[in-house]
């Protein structure tokens, strides 16, 4: 192809959803010449836009003799969190200064050699505040000395909050009401005030009412006299008057004090608390103080550390260093023998069977082969009948689902392929039952297929969220979790019944927006310890621009080949960030965040939580166990929950010694994991050993 012809069918944009690090799903540009692209342009040059504002892009490229190349394959990134992008149409998701850079695809779908890119800025800002609205943040009573917080809430036109907002608090009667920088509200006289909070020029007001404060007495109650690090402690407030009444609605402010065991200087954060409720990071005595209005009280108790370190025994793996091995599943087979599937990325569409009955003798016992590129995600039904391969790349470009007969289960058959119904142009995740398979559309939705019939699938009914990037599904007990990025997690009755969904009528139960917008892994969990329901989220954050240690080989992409001696290219290890959410689910319709697991320096990927142990695949940072046992607040990773790390380093790996944990799972009493850079492994929680007495 030479001078300025247009290139057509396979050659164009193709643009996905934007992250920052992470290549959108491309078509590979398979045609050469002899006069590359050696240079991209950008329409518009740079982005000017206020959140909720749609700007379409369209890059061109120009050959190395100038001739001008209308629609080359290019992969558009940037950060997930401010900008969305589908179809060549960019939408404002956050204010801020960022940028999209769009990157030349090559053959074979990687950029070659130093990339030809094009780097586009994007400047974001807020549309105008339309309301403020103020409420107290408690339920509480105003009495004479006691002090409340308020909360503002600026909206946009269309009811979309202000992140963070600028507001100025002020009181029409400071002799009645005080209230500070903050909105904290403090009575001064019985009496009525208005609370003014505004923003931007537009105000919002609150009216409140004091009364005599008639407390006397002030008593903690609950609490403990010791406890362990990470164990949420309870407290409580009783004020009574003069004649010993409880008097109800008085708002308590909760502190609290520290005393370091000797040795130990300006630990940090020792402990969080969150009204009544507390937990601490560090060994030591603590004091927890508790004030209402003109009355303090206060007690103390001792934290010990929580002790739940277990040795981790490697016992098993199966090594593949030929391709990025990805997701697996464990599972034992008809005949008796345990097994398990391993899907793979740049393996010309095969997925591989592994028989691991002698965990120290893994072996292959077969291989799939589909038209892809990559085998993205391998699972199995509870009644090991069947398996589910998810794809990308076909040649044909029609991906979908293959659904795999384990009547053999060393050597699968592939009994039914499902393309239509959206399915076509990708399928990252599946989920199935016995009975039903939840599977992913290009990201969009997710589609319900019945499944009695292996080799005859059928189409019951489909789910897609308003303006959203599905990731992942998993179904429990009727209802269907999926994590949405930027929408974070979205929960829908598929069988449930008490909001009168079923699979052929999937009705929405509730959606829970997460910090960041890179909801990526769903696991939900009922806690074996307190029976509370809990779902766990994963963000995955394929950069770590910005950040004080960005990693090696930022924006190159050479971290997807292994090494080649020949040239000393390639064979850099990925830079990941982005932590576990762990959301309190006990009541559906007002999901409430309460803890997280946030390790520095590395990112999350798949999850699975059983018998109260967290088992996270975290990279960089290896495969990691993590006590989930009680009740969960605050940051667990700093609270000496975690219970075991590896990290798999194989010297002949696909990128040598470079741990990248994809998946974990446990399995009668061992515990599986993928490493994308060294294959499959197993090993085993020793026991902790009870001291003769």
Request: no cysteine.
């Amino acid at each position: 192809m030479t001078g300025n012809a247009k290139l057509t069918g396979l050659h164009r944009l193709v643009v996905g959803m934007i992250v920052a690090g992470t290549f959108a799903s491309v078509v590979p540009l398979h045609a050469q010449t002899d006069d590359p692209v050696v240079r991209l342009v950008a329409t518009p040059t740079e982005l000017t836009m206020r959140v909720g504002d749609e700007v379409r892009v369209t890059v061109a490229g120009y050959t190395r003799s100038g001739a001008r190349v209308e629609d080359p394959v290019v992969r558009l990134v940037g950060p997930r969190a401010a900008v969305r992008v589908r179809q060549g149409v960019v939408t404002a998701l956050a204010a801020g200064d960022y940028a999209l850079v769009a990157t030349l695809v090559q053959d074979g779908g990687a950029p070659a050699g130093e990339p030809v890119t094009v780097r586009v800025p994007v400047g974001i800002g807020w549309p105008t505040v339309a309301r403020v609205v103020v409420s107290p943040s408690t339920n509480d009573r105003l009495f004479v000395g006691t002090t409340l917080r308020m909360a503002a809430r600026a909206e946009h036109a269309d009811g979309s909050a202000r992140t963070d907002p600028d507001v100025a608090w002020r009181s029409d009667s400071p002799d009645v009401v005080t209230v500070d920088g903050f909105g904290r509200v403090t009575a001064v006289a019985p009496g009525t005030a208005t609370i003014t909070a505004t923003v931007e020029g537009v105000a919002g007001t609150a009216t409140l009412s004091t009364a005599p404060f008639t407390g006397e007495s002030l008593e903690i109650v609950g609490g403990v006299a010791r406890a362990r690090t990470g164990d949420v402690i309870g407290f409580g407030a009783e004020v009574r008057d003069g004649g010993d009444a409880l008097v109800s609605g008085v708002p308590v402010e909760w502190t609290h004090a520290y005393e370091a065991p000797e040795g130990i200087m300006a630990p940090p954060a020792p402990a969080q608390m969150h009204g009544g409720r507390f937990v601490a990071d560090v060994p030591g005595v603590y004091t927890v103080i508790a004030d209402a209005g003109p009355l303090s009280a206060r007690t103390s108790f001792r934290v010990v550390e929580r002790d739940v370190i277990q040795e981790l025994e490697i016992h098993g793996h199966g090594r593949e260093q030929r391709v990025r091995t990805t997701d697996f599943w464990v599972f034992e087979g008809r005949d008796g023998r345990d097994y398990a599937l391993t899907g793979a990325k740049r393996s010309d569409g095969h997925g591989f069977v592994w028989d691991v009955t002698d965990v120290g003798n893994i072996f292959k016992t077969d291989s799939i082969q589909v038209d892809a590129r990559s085998v993205n995600d391998m699972k199995v039904s509870p009644d090991a009948r069947y398996a589910t391969m998810t794809r990308e790349g076909a040649s044909n470009r029609r991906n979908g689902v293959v659904i795999l007969d384990l009547a053999d289960p060393a050597h699968p058959v592939i009994a039914s392929e499902v393309t239509d119904y959206g399915l076509t142009g990708g399928v990252h995740n599946a989920f199935p039952t016995e009975s039903h398979l939840f599977t992913l559309a290009g990201g969009d939705k997710y589609v319900i297929l019945d499944v009695s019939d292996l080799y005859n699938p059928r189409f019951v009914g489909e789910y897609n969220h308003p303006n959203s990037r599905l990731h992942d599904v998993w179904v429990l007990d009727g209802l269907a979790y999926s994590a949405e990025w930027e929408n974070g997690l979205v929960v829908v009755d598929v069988g449930d019944g008490r909001w009168g969904g079923s699979p052929e009528n999937p009705v929405l139960v509730s959606s829970y927006p997460i910090p960041g917008g890179a909801t990526h892994a769903v696991f939900p969990y009922v806690s074996q310890s307190t029976g509370k329901h809990y779902v766990f989220l994963g963000d995955e954050i394929m950069s770590r621009r910005g950040l004080a240690w960005e990693g090696p080989g930022q924006g190159r992409g050479s971290y997807q080949l292994p090494y080649d001696p020949e040239t000393g290219m390639n064979g850099i290890p990925l830079a990941t960030r982005g932590y576990i959410q762990i959301v309190d689910f006990s009541d559906p319709e007002n999901p409430e965040m309460v803890a997280r697991y946030e390790v520095p320096e590395y990112g999350t990927h798949n999850i699975w939580v059983e018998d109260d142990i967290l088992y996270q695949a975290y990279y960089e940072g290896g495969v990691r166990m993590v006590d989930v046992s009680g009740d969960l607040m605050g940051n667990l990773y700093t609270q000496g929950r975690e219970i075991a790390v590896f990290k798999a380093y194989d010297p002949i790996g696909y990128v040598p010694n470079s741990p990248m944990a994809w998946s974990a799972m446990p399995f009668k009493g061992r515990i599986f994991f993928s490493d994308t850079n060294s294959g499959l492994w197993s090993a085993r929680l020793v026991p902790r050993s009870r001291p003769v007495s």
